[in-house]
């Protein structure tokens, strides 16, 4: 009976996850942010020879 007891009140501890929260932040700051900087300067470039290797592929056989 006792086992079950201290099984129980272990079960029920929280975890331990200090510094979880500091380590998102930097996640964020460090690397998605950079990143979504990246992106909005080259996205139309990105959009542009996504739309030039299109066409290119679709019209070559008529060529």
Known sequence: ???????????????????????????????????VAFMMTAGREILWLTYEMLSTLITWPFM
Request: glycine fraction near 2%; proline fraction near 9%.
């Open 1 to 35: 009976m006792r086992n079950s007891i201290l099984r129980r009140r272990k079960r029920r501890a929280p975890p331990k996850r200090r510094g979880a929260a500091s380590l998102d932040y930097i996640l964020v700051l460090c690397v998605v942010l950079p990143m």
